[in-house]
């Protein structure tokens, strides 16, 4: 792929990493089509592309994303929408339970079936999955986020047996904690990972066109 040409569609770009990487994309020569969960405030800059809007969650959002690939010939996927809530099993609602699995787990396995059958027909294609070290060193107080960000590597593995010989490459990239809203209560959150400085490590990535290729990339603070 020509970096020069890559249009990259980033999930969950309405905070956090996603937002992250919405607001360096004129660091970059990328043509980058940002997704939303909905609607939000934001003063978009000239040439702006117009963003995937809708809950991932909702069966007929994935119809709305097969079409929108393929409108805008996307040839590199970021998935990066998820869903975190820090507290004990015992406290956590099955409502609450239910919208991870779904958010961080089931929804994402749905999206990347038909980004995999786009790539798959369209002959090559790029996809970067956001997981997090929660997934290699679950803690307490995040049984169900370790849960489902485990689910989705294991996932993603077997994905990537599947797809040798196609053209498809899958990376993923299992991020340390960072300054976001979810982890605004830590004593430590100043010294936490700023997203600007892991998004730009991602770019990066996709940028760099070297005949090498990386399966799984852990990202975390230097010294820790």
Known sequence: MEVCELNILITGCGSGLGRGFFEMRKDYSHNVFPHFREPISYIPLEGDNQPLLGDITDPMFYDKLSSFLDDNDINVFINNAALHKQENLLDTSDEDIIAMVNTNLTSQILILKRVYKFF??????????????????????????????????????????????????????????????????????????????????????????????????????RGV
């Open 120 to 221: 798959k027909e369209k002959g090559d294609g790029l996809i970067i999955n956001i997981n997090s070290v929660a997934s290699k060193y679950p803690s307490a107080k995040e049984t169900i986020y370790s849960a489902t960000k485990s689910g989705l590597s294991a996932f993603s593995k077997a994905l990537q047996l599947e797809s040798i010989g196609d053209r498809i490459e899958i990376v993923d990239f299992f991020p340390g904690a960072m300054q976001t809203r979810m982890t605004l209560g830590r004593d430590n959150y100043e010294t936490l990972m700023n997203v600007k400085d892991v998004a730009a490590m991602i770019y990066d990535v996709i940028s760099n066109d070297r005949n090498i290729s990386m399966n799984e990339i852990v990202i975390r603070k």
